[in-house]
């Protein structure tokens, strides 16, 4: 135990463990590139004549837009987009660690590597398009609040506000970062300026929306666009949402239960997840707590800001691919209590070499399973999509015997495809991790995502369409597939 804990004391924060990290960082989201799978946005958004990408706009994000429509030419970028995204994201980590303040290289490495490979991650980088401009949006958000500390305010504001338009949950990562920082300072009794650190930090935060807000008006006027209500802010939307608030707290950001089957509440992360959060508390104790009023409210507004959009966005659900700042709150419990137990005087000193070995062999362990479920969600959104797209040729030959003679007077013609359902597909031989079939969105570009002849039918054919198949019956009976007066072709699947 002391060789052990010995050896975890000389770790540097050198390039080579930083590559080390990297490297572990980019296995833990390579798969989700190496192994094709199209949700029901992929689908749409993959195919470039469908203008999806579009709809960015509509959310606020434009400099996502701009990255994956111009830049990456609405192609998910494959492993370039993975390398360079893992890439931002172990570098804000590295920065985020700067401004909590952590003064040994074993905590600054537990915090980079637990903060960047995350279950969250995985499932925000399940979208295709996603791979590239979101972690940008991190780095953009931290780098930017890192410069506010070295009395930079302006360049801070200015990419502050850029993160914005790339994902807006990226000012809850820093957030979070922000607070945590905070709270390190009373931990350390450190309370030399930290009113002007607060209230400027807060200036900053609250600078930035504004900055975005007028950006995005500015180049919307000469686009012009506008923005669509998915974006609205409601400040007393907290009152009708709180049950979700209240959800999201207890199922993600301090889960008290795990779920069978589930990814990110797995008993595989929540026990050590639990056993860290001990620790995190037996430290505060060992070390000693002079500002205890002031860390334990600021220990729950850091809960609260994982998800502090949640409190005014006017959507009901707010996904887990949104809740990306619980990676930061989590890998800071664990980096605090192995830095505070390294650097500081503690009671009982002889114990100090077993938790400092302890912390970390189970934040190892933490980030393990993090990384495993996440491949194991790559593998179950590849069999899913695998099942999608070979669900669909099997209509796809129905379909070229309901119109063969159609179809084979003209090969190159164009082929209007409706497609009903009540109800959503189940998916997946592993598990439903939802399917592009049935998603409004999805359910006809993914017989183009097969063959280029099919396309979406206009409103008038839908609506059609919808009607006739009332006294049709469902997939796979011979007239599930059927044919309209002007030539537009039906699937009633259920």
Not at 94 to 102: D, K, N, T, Y
Not at 276 to 282: M, N, T, V
Not at 357 to 379: D, E, R, W
């Amino acid at each position: 135990m002391k060789d052990f804990y010995n050896k975890l004391l000389s770790v540097e924060l050198n390039s080579q463990t930083i590559i080390f990290a990297f490297i572990f960082i980019l296995f833990s989201y390579s798969y989700q590139s190496v192994l094709p799978a199209y949700n029901a946005d992929d689908v749409i958004q993959l195919q470039e004549v469908s203008n999806d990408s579009y709809t960015f706009l509509g959310s606020g994000r434009w400099g996502y837009f701009f990255v994956f429509k111009y830049f990456l030419q609405a192609s998910s970028g494959g492993l370039f987009a993975t390398f360079f995204g893992c890439l931002f994201l172990l570098w804000s980590s590295l920065i985020s660690s700067r401004v909590i303040g952590f003064k040994s290289d074993l905590a600054k490495i537990l915090f980079a590597v637990t903060a960047s490979v995350s279950m969250y991650y995985g499932f925000l980088f399940a979208f295709d398009s996603t791979r590239l401009a979101y972690p940008i949006a991190i780095f953009l958000a931290i780098f930017g609040f890192y410069q506010s500390t070295k009395s930079r305010y302006f360049s801070s504001v200015i990419l502050l506000a850029l993160s914005l338009s790339f994902y807006q949950s990226a000012i809850q990562v820093v957030a979070t970062v922000f607070l945590i920082s905070l709270m390190y300072r009373f931990i350390n009794n450190n309370k030399e300026g930290v009113l002007r650190y607060f209230l400027l930090g807060i200036l900053v935060l609250l600078s930035s929306m504004v900055m975005y807000l007028l950006l995005t008006k500015v180049i919307y006027y000469f686009m012009g666009f506008s923005l669509t209500d998915r974006v609205s802010i409601d400040l007393f939307a907290f009152l009708d949402s709180y049950p979700v608030l209240i959800s999201t707290l207890l199922n993600f950001v301090f889960p008290v239960y795990y779920e069978l089957g589930s990814y990110y509440i797995d008993w595989q992360i929540i026990y050590p997840l639990f056993l860290i959060f001990i620790g995190f508390l037996l430290s505060l104790y060992l070390v000693g707590l002079p500002n205890k009023l002031f860390v334990l409210l600021i220990f729950f507004f850091s809960l609260l800001s994982t998800f502090a959009l949640a409190f005014v966005s006017r959507e009901p659900y707010f996904p887990p691919r949104s809740l990306i700042a619980i990676a930061s709150l989590h890998a800071a419990w664990l980096a605090i209590s192995v830095d505070l137990l390294v650097t500081k005087s503690i009671k009982f000193e002889r114990i100090r070499p077993i938790l400092v070995c302890l912390l970390t062999v189970i934040g190892v362990f933490f980030v393990s399973m993090h990384s495993m479920q996440i491949n194991k969600k790559s593998l179950d959104d590849h069999l899913v999509s695998q099942e999608d797209l070979l669900a669909t040729n099997r209509v796809i030959s129905r379909i070229e015997q309901v119109a063969f003679q159609s179809m084979s007077d003209d090969s190159l013609r164009k082929v209007p495809l409706v497609v009903v359902y009540d109800q959503a597909l189940p998916a997946g031989p592993r598990g439903d991790v939802g399917t592009a079939r049935s998603t409004p969105w999805s359910k006809e570009w993914i017989f183009r995502l097969i063959d280029s002849r099919y396309v979406v039918a206009d409103k008038q054919t839908q609506d059609m369409a919808v009607q006739k198949a009332q006294s049709m019956p469902t997939w796979p009976a011979p007239d599930s597939v059927f044919l309209l007066d002007n030539g537009a072709v039906v699937v009633k699947i259920n």
